[in-house]
């Protein structure tokens, strides 16, 4: 560890963390009060997964947490920073079969380890609120939850085809495939037809939409952007058309039912179960082999647009509903079954994927809305946009869009054949999940009764103890070989019956946790109500972005359950929310591949924790990525040493009045302390450390400059600079503020508070100009009088030169900062 030169006193960074990590936990520093004599705020940070020990972006993302806790608690808030472990989850499953352990050994041992290096990184965290996912005690009420979600109508089990992750073999909610890949493991998706269970988040998909202007300004953009991107609301028209042969008329959906005129085919998803069912005896043996070729391509391939349209014509034909027009059907796998009907009328003029199919096929383009570009049908541009309506029978003429989607709709509800609409492109949220390391299932399979919840009182329904090769994955949950387990007596019949094998996606684990550490002893309920009054909703939620859609929208989507239920008074569960850039090394991504990974245990052993921790606060804004091949730990630990070092000086009696020291000493003080107080309250955390740096700088100056270590200002200097760096580097502050004679431990002292009067500057400098051009800078006082600046403006050699002998014909004086002066031509 690098060390101060002989002869100079040095920070021990090994012994600080040592001697400070036993004092919190000894007394227990950092549990709240909770006594309602301090405003309550709870800092949330993202919720750490025991894949192995903490890494660098660990490293970054929790100290940005412990900043605003630290921070807030010395504002005198009584702040809430609880951890636990997501610990179900498919990693530790696949890290136990390949070492033929039992997850849960693997899982523990991991969080152990995390959770002692946790405490070495010096965070503020609340340990009596402790909680792992996999515990049967919290899963307990995650089963509880699902059966009020099932009560409600809002849990539903239903055969559809899935999304399927080949090599977890498991299947995957739509948020989880990530370009047509599997976002944990990266193998490319297949679609399977399984019998799953599904939350109907779709319920829910206007209000979040809605509740998002409870979050403009505090949430960052683009999290709200990509939000409302993935949820996808559409406004438009579901239009029923007949099917030759099929009694019920089939329903589409389209933004632009102005453009029926111009349908000249119409299209189904071949994997949809309206294509096998509308297709003729003549054309099935094609179909079905077309059926086996689309079902090995993902769902980012089918909707490129790069690549050639593919189908095969069904040997039907719909009718168009506004002209009477025999529409071939086709099937085609750039329409997906999962959105809409999984049904399209094609307007090949104007929709480019149409135009594409069309072409392909020789199917007819007719041009329903006159843009002034070319003829779609030649040029292989479809026209999209808005324009003169052609082709359109009632249509034409009218004189834009909105008139001609109200003209259409009026007549076709007019005519009963549809309606006004919105859809979303959100779908329900697939939880089943067929592996054996997650929360069962809590429904029995009754064949006289059908679905039967379990009972309250028989939560929770726990997992068996399987072991070794019977947790492999068979492509079904490892759950249904467990015969002892599996088969039970229906609760309502008391005949034979069979528990649901499969285990829920961990994701309905994480998006209520924050409920639960408000009362993680509690057994009455999830959470106790009056607890989460007190305590939420979370003020501050630090997590990566790449949570965005999964973890926060499935977050808002239970809280609102929970408000429907009565359970919290508020819809939306994370006031604010910061994320953190990721570390790289080297411009890349750290990977064991590229050779370009930072162990931190590694980077803590050489430099000491409170030099890891500034390193990542200073290198940037949070939001931005870090390089670590960009900064330096061993520069930093310098600073560190040096602040360090300005506390065994101080030699002023303990309490002197810092009034009677050092003026401008002091102004610098209060000067940073404003400075590190704003850079904190807007996020820049970065800034605080530069404005830290500042002061270790004017402090030594001002001692070795002969103001000497007895004077009270350097005591002030310091002591602020003890409770300032405390937010970023615990240890040494902690040491500092022992040194300076006060008593453990700093976090339990209060922020400084900014003299305003210290903040005026005695001078200042004055900028003169004359015709606009800066001619002199003059250094005055800041309670010069108007009259006096002007005659200083006027005499300088500067200004004398610029006049040239001119007159001066008006002066604008905007002091302090500026006096204009306008001369005679």
């Known amino acids: 560890m690098t060390s101060e030169p002989e002869g100079r006193a040095s ?118 609120r402790r909680l792992h996912t996999s515990d049967p005690e919290y899963y307990r009420w995650t089963q509880w939850l699902f059966l009020r979600f099932y009560e409600k109508g809002l849990a539903y089990r239903r055969a559809s085809y899935v999304n399927w992750c080949p090599v977890d073999q498991t299947v995957l909610a739509n948020e989880q495939v990530v370009q047509g890949a599997c976002e944990r493991c990266g193998a490319t998706v297949t679609k399977r037809k399984l019998t799953q269970w599904y939350f109907k988040i779709t ?30 609301r559409s406004d438009g028209a579901y239009v029923d058309f007949r099917i030759e042969g099929r009694d019920e008329p089939v329903t589409v959906f389209t933004t632009r039912p102005d453009t029926l005129f111009g349908a000249t085919f119409f299209v189904v ?56 027009e025999r529409l071939p059907v086709w099937a085609a796998d ?192 999830p959470f106790d109500p009056a607890d989460v009054a007190r305590w939420m909703p979370v003020a501050q939620y630090v997590g990566g972005v790449e949570h965005a859609i999964l973890h926060l929208l499935y977050s808002r989507f239970f809280t609102k359950v929970l408000h429907d239920l009565g359970m919290v008074d508020f819809t939306e569960p994370f006031s604010r929310l910061l994320n953190q850039g990721q570390v790289i090394n080297q411009g890349k991504a750290m990977s064991k591949s590229l050779n370009n990974g930072v162990d931190l245990g590694e980077q803590i052993d050489r430099f000491g924790v409170d030099a890891v921790r500034t390193t990542v606060v200073f290198a940037g804004p949070p939001e931005d990525d870090i390089d670590w091949a960009d900064v330096s730990p061993a520069s930093t630990l310098r600073f560190l040493q040096r602040a360090y070092r300005l506390a065994t000086e101080v030699t002023s009696a303990f309490g002197a009045d810092p009034a009677t020291g050092d003026l401008a000493l002091r102004r610098q003080t209060h000067k940073t302390i404003h ?25 030594r100056k001002a001692i070795d400059s002969g103001c000497g270590p007895a004077d009270p200002a350097v005591r002030e200097a310091v002591e602020a600079l003890a409770v300032m760096l405390s937010v970023v580097a ?50 005055i006082p800041t309670t010069l009088s108007e009259d006096d600046a002007v005659a200083l403006a006027l005499a300088d050699p500067g200004v004398v030169r610029a006049l040239d002998g001119r007159a001066v014909r008006q002066v604008i004086a905007r002091l302090p900062k500026l006096v204009s002066i306008v001369p005679e031509k």
């Open 334 to 525: 750039y329409v997906l079954s999962e959105y809409g009907t999984g049904a399209i009328m094609a307007v090949p003029a104007h929709d480019q994927r149409d135009l594409d199919f069309a072409l392909t096929f020789g199917l007819p383009v007719r041009v329903v809305i006159e843009t002034g570009l070319p003829d779609p049908g030649s040029s292989g541009a479809a026209t999209p946009g808005d324009g003169t309506y052609v082709n359109s029978g009632p249509l034409d003429g009218l004189p834009d869009t909105s008139a001609g989607i109200a003209a259409i709709c009026a007549q076709l509800e007019a005519d009963g054949l549809g309606r006004a609409a919105v859809t979303y492109r959100l779908r329900d949220w697939l939880l089943s999940r067929q592996r054996f390391w997650g929360c069962p299932i809590p429904i029995i399979h009754c064949p006289a009764c059908g679905e039967v919840p379990v009972p309250d009182e028989q939560l929770p329904v726990e997992l068996p103890d399987l072991r070794g090769a019977a947790l492999a994955p068979k492509g079904v949950s490892p759950l249904a070989a467990a015969e002892d387990w599996v088969n039970v007596a229906c609760p309502h019949c008391g005949g034979p019956a069979k528990r649901d094998a499969d285990t829920m996606d961990t994701f309905v684990d994480s998006s209520w946790y924050f409920f639960r550490y408000c009362s993680p002893g509690y057994t009455e309920g």
């Open 730 to 779: 615990p240890y040494v502050a902690e040491e500092m503020w022992a040194l300076l004679g006060h008593a453990p431990s700093v976090a339990n002292s209060t922020w400084p508070e900014a003299d305003p009067a210290l903040l005026v500057s005695e001078s200042t400098t004055m900028v003169v100009q004359v015709q606009g051009k800066v001619r002199a800078k003059i250094e």
């Open 675 to 699: 400075g590190v107080t704003e850079a904190l309250e807007s996020g820049r955390f970065n800034v605080e450390v530069a404005r830290d740096m500042e002061l270790v700088n004017a402090t």
């Open 203 to 232: 319920d829910y998909a206007q209000r979040l939409l809605d509740d998002m202007s409870q979050l403009e300004g505090k949430w960052p953009d683009r999290v709200l952007a990509m939000q409302r991107n993935w949820i996808g």
């Open 269 to 324: 998803a071949p994997d949809a179960e309206l294509a096998s069912e509308l297709v003729d005896d003549e054309h099935r043996e094609e179909f079905e082999a077309y059926l086996a070729r689309v079902k090995q391509t993902s769902e980012i391939e089918r909707q490129s647009t790069e690549r050639e349209k593919t189908g095969v014509f069904l040997g039907r034909y719909a009718t168009n509903p506004v002209n009477g």
């Open 11 to 128: 920070y021990d960074a090994a012994a600080a963390q040592q001697r400070w990590q036993e004092f919190w936990a000894k007394d227990d520093t950092f549990a709240p009060r909770d006594d309602g004599r301090r405003e309550r705020r709870y800092v949330l940070d993202m919720f750490p997964y025991p894949s192995g020990d903490l890494h660098m972006g660990h490293a970054e993302a929790f100290v940005m947490g412990d900043i605003i806790a630290r921070y807030w608690r010395l504002k005198g808030y009584d702040v809430m920073h609880p951890i636990g472990w997501d610990s179900f989850g498919l990693p530790a499953e696949n890290a136990a079969i390949a070492r033929n352990a039992h997850p849960a050994e693997w899982t523990y041992a991991n969080i152990e380890t995390q959770a002692r290096s946790f405490r070495r990184y010096g965070l503020s965290l609340d340990w009596t």
